[in-house]
Protein backbone atom coordinates (compact mmCIF):
# COMPACT_ATOMS: atom_id res chain seq x y z
CA UNK A 1 0.00 0.00 0.00
CA UNK A 2 1.47 3.22 -0.90
CA UNK A 3 1.66 5.96 1.93
CA UNK A 4 2.30 10.08 1.33
CA UNK A 5 4.26 11.43 4.41
CA UNK A 6 4.29 15.38 3.96
CA UNK A 7 7.00 17.46 6.24
CA UNK A 8 8.65 13.98 6.80
CA UNK A 9 11.28 16.27 7.77
CA UNK A 10 9.75 17.81 10.69
CA UNK A 11 10.09 16.54 14.44
CA UNK A 12 6.42 14.96 14.00
CA UNK A 13 7.71 13.78 10.38
CA UNK A 14 10.43 12.20 11.51
CA UNK A 15 8.47 10.09 15.03
CA UNK A 16 5.52 9.19 12.68
CA UNK A 17 8.51 7.65 9.85
CA UNK A 18 9.79 5.64 12.06
CA UNK A 19 6.50 4.52 13.85
CA UNK A 20 5.22 3.24 10.21
CA UNK A 21 8.68 1.66 9.82
CA UNK A 22 8.36 -0.29 13.22
CA UNK A 23 4.38 -1.34 12.21
CA UNK A 24 3.49 -1.16 9.40
CA UNK A 25 6.67 -2.75 7.15
CA UNK A 26 4.47 -3.99 4.33
CA UNK A 27 3.35 -0.61 3.42
CA UNK A 28 5.52 1.42 0.96
CA UNK A 29 6.34 5.18 2.21
CA UNK A 30 7.15 8.01 0.12
CA UNK A 31 8.17 10.92 1.80
CA UNK A 32 7.62 14.85 0.65
CA UNK A 33 9.91 17.44 1.61
CA UNK A 34 10.11 21.29 1.16
CA UNK A 35 12.93 23.26 2.92
CA UNK A 36 14.76 19.92 5.08
CA UNK A 37 16.67 18.21 2.63
CA UNK A 38 15.75 14.22 2.82
CA UNK A 39 18.55 12.32 4.65
CA UNK A 40 20.07 8.91 3.64
CA UNK A 41 17.77 6.69 5.06
CA UNK A 42 14.53 8.63 3.94
CA UNK A 43 12.47 6.28 1.16
CA UNK A 44 11.05 7.48 -1.88
CA UNK A 45 12.06 10.92 -1.31
CA UNK A 46 9.78 14.07 -3.16
CA UNK A 47 10.43 17.77 -3.16
CA UNK A 48 6.76 19.34 -2.66
CA UNK A 49 5.83 22.68 -2.81
CA UNK A 50 2.77 23.10 -1.30
CA UNK A 51 1.86 26.58 -2.36
CA UNK A 52 1.72 25.04 -6.30
CA UNK A 53 -0.96 22.86 -7.47
CA UNK A 54 1.49 21.52 -10.13
CA UNK A 55 3.66 20.15 -7.45
CA UNK A 56 0.99 18.28 -5.49
CA UNK A 57 -0.18 17.35 -8.58
CA UNK A 58 2.67 15.75 -9.77
CA UNK A 59 3.41 14.33 -6.52
CA UNK A 60 -0.19 12.54 -6.39
CA UNK A 61 0.29 11.70 -9.37
CA UNK A 62 3.78 9.54 -8.83
CA UNK A 63 2.61 8.11 -5.77
CA UNK A 64 -0.62 7.23 -6.19
CA UNK A 65 -0.99 7.14 -2.67
CA UNK A 66 -3.63 5.39 -0.45
CA UNK A 67 -3.26 7.14 2.49
CA UNK A 68 -1.51 10.65 3.17
CA UNK A 69 -0.33 11.85 6.57
CA UNK A 70 -0.37 15.92 5.95
CA UNK A 71 2.10 16.91 8.63
CA UNK A 72 3.91 20.22 6.94
CA UNK A 73 3.39 22.87 7.97
CA UNK A 74 4.93 26.25 8.33
CA UNK A 75 4.46 28.33 11.81
CA UNK A 76 6.78 31.57 11.46
CA UNK A 77 7.85 33.77 9.30
CA UNK A 78 5.78 36.10 6.44
CA UNK A 79 1.70 35.69 7.17
CA UNK A 80 1.17 35.04 3.16
CA UNK A 81 4.08 32.58 2.98
CA UNK A 82 2.25 30.60 5.72
CA UNK A 83 -1.27 31.22 4.37
CA UNK A 84 -0.26 30.18 0.78
CA UNK A 85 1.46 27.21 2.62
CA UNK A 86 -0.49 26.01 5.49
CA UNK A 87 -4.35 26.68 3.79
CA UNK A 88 -4.19 26.73 -0.07
CA UNK A 89 -1.45 23.66 0.12
CA UNK A 90 -4.02 21.72 2.24
CA UNK A 91 -6.83 22.80 0.36
CA UNK A 92 -5.12 21.58 -2.85
CA UNK A 93 -3.67 18.66 -1.28
CA UNK A 94 -6.86 17.68 -0.11
CA UNK A 95 -8.36 17.88 -3.33
CA UNK A 96 -5.97 15.77 -4.93
CA UNK A 97 -6.66 12.93 -2.38
CA UNK A 98 -10.32 13.09 -3.55
CA UNK A 99 -9.94 12.48 -6.88
CA UNK A 100 -7.51 9.49 -5.79
CA UNK A 101 -9.61 8.27 -3.52
CA UNK A 102 -6.92 8.58 -0.64
CA UNK A 103 -7.69 8.61 2.81
CA UNK A 104 -6.31 11.97 4.10
CA UNK A 105 -5.02 12.21 8.22
CA UNK A 106 -4.45 16.02 8.28
CA UNK A 107 -2.95 17.91 11.19
CA UNK A 108 -3.82 20.61 12.82
CA UNK A 109 -3.49 22.58 15.52
CA UNK A 110 -5.24 24.07 19.55
CA UNK A 111 -4.91 27.21 18.79
CA UNK A 112 -7.40 27.83 15.76
CA UNK A 113 -9.52 28.84 19.09
CA UNK A 114 -8.85 32.19 20.95
CA UNK A 115 -8.38 30.54 24.30
CA UNK A 116 -10.87 32.61 26.46
CA UNK A 117 -12.34 29.18 27.98
CA UNK A 118 -10.67 26.14 26.95
CA UNK A 119 -11.60 22.41 27.00
CA UNK A 120 -12.89 23.04 23.65
CA UNK A 121 -14.47 19.89 21.98
CA UNK A 122 -14.72 18.87 18.15
CA UNK A 123 -17.70 21.12 17.25
CA UNK A 124 -16.42 24.41 18.86
CA UNK A 125 -16.39 26.84 16.25
CA UNK A 126 -12.57 28.32 15.56
CA UNK A 127 -11.83 31.67 16.24
CA UNK A 128 -8.44 32.35 15.07
CA UNK A 129 -6.29 35.38 16.40
CA UNK A 130 -2.99 35.20 15.21
CA UNK A 131 -1.73 34.40 11.22
CA UNK A 132 -0.92 31.31 12.08
CA UNK A 133 -4.04 30.14 13.49
CA UNK A 134 -5.66 32.04 10.43
CA UNK A 135 -3.90 29.70 7.92
CA UNK A 136 -4.25 26.60 10.03
CA UNK A 137 -8.15 27.27 10.78
CA UNK A 138 -8.78 28.52 7.07
CA UNK A 139 -6.84 24.99 5.86
CA UNK A 140 -9.44 22.98 8.00
CA UNK A 141 -11.81 24.57 5.85
CA UNK A 142 -10.93 24.00 2.66
CA UNK A 143 -9.99 20.52 3.77
CA UNK A 144 -13.61 19.76 5.47
CA UNK A 145 -15.11 21.07 1.34
CA UNK A 146 -12.79 19.32 -0.39
CA UNK A 147 -15.05 16.22 -0.01
CA UNK A 148 -11.78 14.04 0.33
CA UNK A 149 -12.26 11.19 3.17
CA UNK A 150 -10.46 12.73 5.91
CA UNK A 151 -10.15 12.74 9.83
CA UNK A 152 -8.91 16.16 10.52
CA UNK A 153 -6.83 16.12 13.70
CA UNK A 154 -6.18 18.93 15.96
CA UNK A 155 -3.54 18.45 18.88
CA UNK A 156 -1.34 20.21 21.30
CA UNK A 157 2.16 21.11 22.21
CA UNK A 158 4.51 18.21 21.08
CA UNK A 159 7.44 16.70 23.34
CA UNK A 160 9.43 14.34 23.13
CA UNK A 161 13.05 13.12 24.16
CA UNK A 162 14.94 10.79 21.55
CA UNK A 163 15.57 13.12 19.75
CA UNK A 164 14.75 15.55 21.97
CA UNK A 165 12.11 18.21 20.75
CA UNK A 166 13.04 21.61 19.83
CA UNK A 167 11.40 23.75 22.30
CA UNK A 168 13.07 21.43 25.16
CA UNK A 169 16.50 21.79 23.48
CA UNK A 170 15.47 25.39 24.19
CA UNK A 171 14.99 25.27 27.41
CA UNK A 172 17.68 23.44 28.73
CA UNK A 173 20.27 25.47 26.54
CA UNK A 174 18.53 28.25 28.86
CA UNK A 175 17.32 29.89 25.21
CA UNK A 176 13.44 30.40 25.94
CA UNK A 177 13.56 30.51 30.28
CA UNK A 178 11.10 32.79 30.14
CA UNK A 179 7.57 30.61 30.26
CA UNK A 180 3.98 31.74 30.72
CA UNK A 181 1.85 30.86 33.95
CA UNK A 182 -1.39 31.16 32.38
CA UNK A 183 -1.11 29.76 28.78
CA UNK A 184 -2.78 26.45 29.22
CA UNK A 185 -2.08 23.35 26.56
CA UNK A 186 -2.26 19.84 26.60
CA UNK A 187 0.81 18.31 25.78
CA UNK A 188 1.53 15.19 23.67
CA UNK A 189 4.59 12.64 24.01
CA UNK A 190 5.34 12.95 19.96
CA UNK A 191 5.51 8.98 19.68
CA UNK A 192 2.07 8.64 21.31
CA UNK A 193 0.44 11.08 18.78
CA UNK A 194 2.09 9.24 16.01
CA UNK A 195 0.75 5.60 17.05
CA UNK A 196 -2.76 7.12 17.33
CA UNK A 197 -2.73 8.63 13.99
CA UNK A 198 -1.76 5.27 12.27
CA UNK A 199 -4.02 3.83 14.13
CA UNK A 200 -6.85 6.27 13.14
CA UNK A 201 -5.56 6.23 9.26
CA UNK A 202 -6.99 2.44 8.99
CA UNK A 203 -10.26 3.58 11.18
CA UNK A 204 -13.52 4.91 8.42
CA UNK A 205 -13.38 7.94 11.27
CA UNK A 206 -14.40 11.00 9.19
CA UNK A 207 -14.19 14.74 10.38
CA UNK A 208 -12.50 16.70 13.26
CA UNK A 209 -10.53 14.89 15.93
CA UNK A 210 -8.83 15.65 19.00
CA UNK A 211 -5.76 14.23 19.68
CA UNK A 212 -3.70 15.71 22.57
CA UNK A 213 -2.68 14.31 26.04
CA UNK A 214 -5.02 14.10 29.07
CA UNK A 215 -2.80 16.58 31.35
CA UNK A 216 -3.41 20.33 31.31
CA UNK A 217 -0.30 22.44 32.52
CA UNK A 218 1.02 26.04 31.75
CA UNK A 219 3.30 26.58 29.67
CA UNK A 220 5.54 27.50 32.97
CA UNK A 221 4.47 24.06 34.93
CA UNK A 222 5.44 21.87 31.47
CA UNK A 223 9.04 23.37 31.18
CA UNK A 224 9.39 22.89 35.37
CA UNK A 225 8.33 19.08 34.75
CA UNK A 226 10.29 18.94 31.66
CA UNK A 227 13.98 19.64 33.14
CA UNK A 228 13.18 18.14 36.40
CA UNK A 229 13.05 14.91 34.47
CA UNK A 230 16.11 15.64 32.03
CA UNK A 231 18.06 16.78 35.13
CA UNK A 232 18.19 20.79 34.41
CA UNK A 233 17.41 23.45 36.77
CA UNK A 234 14.06 24.42 36.88
CA UNK A 235 14.93 27.76 39.07
CA UNK A 236 16.38 29.05 35.43
CA UNK A 237 12.71 29.57 34.20
CA UNK A 238 11.40 32.73 34.56
CA UNK A 239 7.28 32.32 35.16
CA UNK A 240 5.50 35.42 33.48
CA UNK A 241 1.92 35.89 32.64
CA UNK A 242 0.48 36.08 29.17
CA UNK A 243 -2.33 38.60 29.97
CA UNK A 244 0.32 41.04 31.33
CA UNK A 245 2.30 40.94 28.18
CA UNK A 246 0.57 42.68 26.08
CA UNK A 247 0.79 40.23 23.33
CA UNK A 248 -1.91 38.83 21.16
CA UNK A 249 -2.14 35.36 22.02
CA UNK A 250 -4.56 32.58 23.03
CA UNK A 251 -4.33 31.94 26.94
CA UNK A 252 -6.03 28.37 27.38
CA UNK A 253 -6.36 25.99 24.45
CA UNK A 254 -7.11 23.00 26.55
CA UNK A 255 -8.53 20.39 24.20
CA UNK A 256 -11.79 17.80 25.30
CA UNK A 257 -10.15 14.57 24.18
CA UNK A 258 -12.98 12.11 25.33
CA UNK A 259 -14.22 11.43 21.23
CA UNK A 260 -10.62 10.13 20.90
CA UNK A 261 -10.38 8.24 23.98
CA UNK A 262 -13.56 6.34 22.80
CA UNK A 263 -12.56 5.71 19.61
CA UNK A 264 -8.90 4.80 19.92
CA UNK A 265 -7.14 1.74 21.39
CA UNK A 266 -3.84 3.86 21.55
CA UNK A 267 -4.19 5.35 25.00
CA UNK A 268 -3.43 8.80 25.42
CA UNK A 269 -0.90 9.72 27.92
CA UNK A 270 -0.44 12.03 30.09
CA UNK A 271 2.97 14.12 30.95
CA UNK A 272 3.68 12.67 34.34
CA UNK A 273 2.93 8.85 32.91
CA UNK A 274 5.21 9.31 29.92
CA UNK A 275 7.87 10.59 32.11
CA UNK A 276 7.67 7.96 34.86
CA UNK A 277 8.65 5.52 31.51
CA UNK A 278 11.12 7.59 30.98
Not at 13 to 19: K, S
Not at 172 to 188: A, V
Not at 244 to 256: E, I, K, Q, Y
Amino acid sequence: MQILLTGAGGYLGGALLRTLEATKPAWDIHCAFFSIAPSDDMPNAHHLDLRAETSVARVMDQVQPRIIFHTAALNQGDAQNMYETNARGSGYLARAAARHKARLIHLSSDVIFDGTRGNYAEGDAPNPITPYAVSKADAEKNVLDSGADAALVRTSLLYGFKPLDPRTRAILRGEMPRLFTDEMRCPIWVFNLAQALVELAELEYRGVLHLAGPQALSRYEFGVKLLRALDGDPAQLIPLSSAASGLVRPRDCTLDISRAQKLLQTKLLSVDEVLAMK
